[in-house]
């Protein structure tokens, strides 16, 4: 029988539990609302009774499990199992592998969620047998994993956090602290503010018809819409983004030379209107970078994280 394992993808606003079989495949999924103010105990306590509710559902025992693996925002001490810090969820030293191993009794693995998408496509998406592959994801922040001869880099705990680099000495503030990282011009709040910036001096009907009057709840999924109908702002906008993400993974392509550079998250179902300005600033910068590394998008959505995450308890990769 194929062997199965549990994957948990946890976010400050949702988690996800899905039964994913070796293939990558999900028998079983369901969302549930975190409720981080709540806790730590709480939060792990809904969790694994969506794990029990799901096990129900396939008529699988716990015991059936090759493992479970969580995959959070933050930083983690593998070795122990122990999500150190992660701000959105207000968590501080939760030793989240103990508490699910006593409840369960098979393998636990965490990781951070970013380095799980990676996994994920690494294993069954747009990074299939290439070892030396880059994870971009576009969101409200900019994210990124690498995984390099094989192998996730962790650093110290903090590596591939591509979104962090400074691309303009004095430029806008990061929720980092930092100044000019490339998530405050390339994560959504960067780009929403860019565009409400554009619009101010130059007045769009068209994106006025899909983002509502004031522009108060702008998201890049407008620009998106408006940049398709032919809005010239819009496409501005969105190229300018990818001139900036360019600017950062040039600076990846001369630091790592990866194969491949893979773009997921919300923001890049903008595709081509962020990633032909994006290649073209990579070539402008790294002589022989697009001639070697490639680009290319995402393909398995917002599955990457609790699909990657099922894979932490086998995958040689992690
Ligand atoms: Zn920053």
Redesign the pocket.
């Known amino acids: 029988m194929n062997a199965r394992q549990v994957g948990v993808d946890l976010g400050g606003t949702t988690f996800t539990v899905a039964l994913v079989d070796r293939e990558g495949r999900i028998d079983f999924k369901s969302e549930h609302d975190t409720l981080a103010h709540e806790g730590s105990e709480a939060v792990m306590g809904r969790i694994a009774a969506a794990i029990r509710e799901l096990l129900e559902q396939a008529g699988v025992k716990p015991s059936e499990l090759t493992g479970i693996g969580l995959g959070m925002p933050g930083l983690h001490d593998r070795e122990r199992g122990v999500c150190i810090y992660a701000s959105n969820l207000q968590w501080r030293d939760v030793p989240v592998r103990d508490r699910f191993q006593q409840w369960f009794d098979v393998p636990v693995v965490i990781e951070n969620d970013v380095r799980c998408a990676a996994l994920g496509e690494r294993h069954f998406g747009a990074g299939r047998g290439v070892d030396d592959m880059v994870l971009v994801t576009l969101g409200t922040g900019v994210g990124g994993a690498v995984i390099m001869g094989g192998k996730l880099q962790r650093g110290d705990g903090f590596a591939g956090?591509v979104?962090?680099q400074?691309i303009d000495p004095d430029g806008m503030l990061?929720?980092?602290?930092?100044r000019g990282?490339?998530?405050?011009y390339a994560g959504a709040i960067g780009i929403v503010r860019r565009a409400r910036a554009a619009y101010a001096r130059r007045p769009s009907d068209r994106l006025r018809e899909v983002a509502g009057k004031d522009l108060a709840h702008l998201t890049p999924k407008h620009l998106s819409e408006a940049a398709v109908a032919g809005d010239e702002t819009a496409r501005w906008i969105l190229s300018e983004t990818g001139r900036y993400l360019g600017i950062g993974l040039a600076n990846v392509v001369s630091l790592l030379h990866p194969k491949r550079i893979v773009v997921g998250g919300g923001v890049a179902r903008a595709g081509d209107l962020i990633l032909s300005a994006l290649r073209e600033e990579i070539s402008r910068r790294v002589p022989y970078g697009m001639d070697t590394t490639e680009v290319v998008l995402a393909e398995l959505g917002p599955a990457a994280g609790v699909i990657g995450a099922s894979t932490l308890v086998w995958s040689a990769v992690a």
């Open positions: 956090e979104g962090h400074t990061c929720s980092c602290g930092n990282c490339l998530e405050s």
